[in-house]
């Protein structure tokens, strides 16, 4: 069951102490460690910390709390925790964390949206000059001990080229200001992007992927990875590119099909910026096969998009934030897995006094009958002499049960309806 504040938002009640106990089984800012001890915390540290070693970690010291940043938490881990109640993503993306598992096991998870935005288009802008001007390929000739002025003189240039954005969250919106800064025409796709949006940004709207595919020159890709954006960029979107495009992805990389993109680098004449990769190794692996890397016309780095000191120092202070909040309250900022509306329609209202007990005896009228709460919010008046309690159910109750609920002295009135209706 979970539980909704008189506002709407979710409210997600943990024990309202300041000691928690806090795992971080990644490299964490001092910083940040610093702050969260001085909440009250009690913080257990394991910068080297692996996925196979997460499990032993959360049975070793049992925390209220689990940061990670690059760590991925898997089923077994979770099934390993005793009083884990949240797991926060020091970073955006949050495919390395088992969502369902979490979810299952009454976790939480958080994450740091937009704390990494500057860092990560910055990236991406340093990807693009190197398709542009082939900066890590004139390096290797001169420390080679080679001089090629002349076959690396030809140079398309960033200014008055279309820079098309794939995903138009804080990051893309962040590219998006630095591609007007080169003089770049910028156009964008994204989900939630209208064009009246797009419009106020100063942005061309595009209506698919394929569109913005089929008229930038520079396509930057700035998704988050889930089912939907598995190889967004596929032989389709490649096919559409410009000969002689540059596709940059600072994503995740699932979101490119990258045998299609061998493929559209090799008969097309397309150049890639890469900081991401599928596969990729882990955090603690030295080695990298990943072929692609090695197509002329590649410029890769080591997903490195957000590790800049700025980006680190502000997901450090949000992760400090959200552990004070919900050490505090017991609100989770920036939850990811709060299912956004119970899918049932059957609303009980129960108007009553505010006094102890009378929502123990609706839940038991409700457990005995075998119906579940989904959701609820108790609101109370002004004064606080009197509430009303808003229930959805998995099933309507009986005419009889309802008349139970009604026999506590307490109760004022009980109203059940249907609200799909």
Known sequence: MSTVTPSGGPSTQAPRTRSLAVLIADAFEPGGLDALRALGCRVDAHPQA?????????????????????????????????RLSLIVRAGAGVDNIDLNAASAAGIFV???????????????????LACDRRIPDQVAEL??????????????????????????????????????????????????????????LGLGWCGSPIEVARHADIVSVNVAATADTKHLVNAAFLAEMKPGAYLVNTSRGTVVDEAALITAIR????????????????????????????????????HCGASTDQAQQAIAAETVRIVDV????????????????????ILLSVRHLNRPGVLAHVFHVLSDAGINVEEMENILYEGTQAACARIRLDQRPTGGQIDEIRRNPNVLSVVTRDISE
């Open 50 to 82: 692996t996925a196979d070693d997460l499990g032993d970690l959360l049975r070793l010291h049992d925390p209220d709390v689990l940061i990670v940043r690059s760590t991925k938490v898997k089923a077994p881990a979770i099934a390993a925790a005793g």
């Open 110 to 128: 958080a994450n740091c949206p937009g704390r990494n935005a500057l860092a990560v288009a910055e990236l991406a802008f340093g990807l693009m």
């Open 143 to 200: 420390r080679a001990g080679r001089w090629n002025k002349k076959g690396f003189a030809a140079a398309r240039g960033l200014h008055g080229r279309t820079l098309g954005i794939l995903g138009l969250g804080q990051i893309g919106e962040a590219i998006a200001v630095r591609g007007r800064a080169f003089g770049m025409r910028v156009i964008a796709w994204s989900r939630s992007l209208t064009r009246e949006r797009a419009e106020m």
């Open 267 to 302: 008969t097309r004449g397309l150049r890639a910026g890469l900081d991401v990769f599928d596969p990729q190794p882990a955090p603690t692996d030295t080695e990298f096969t990943n072929p692609i890397v090695r197509e002329p016309g590649v410029y890769g780095t080591h």
């Open 326 to 345: 919900y050490s505090q309250s017991g609100q989770v900022l920036n939850c990811v897995n709060i299912h956004a509306a119970s899918p049932t329609s």
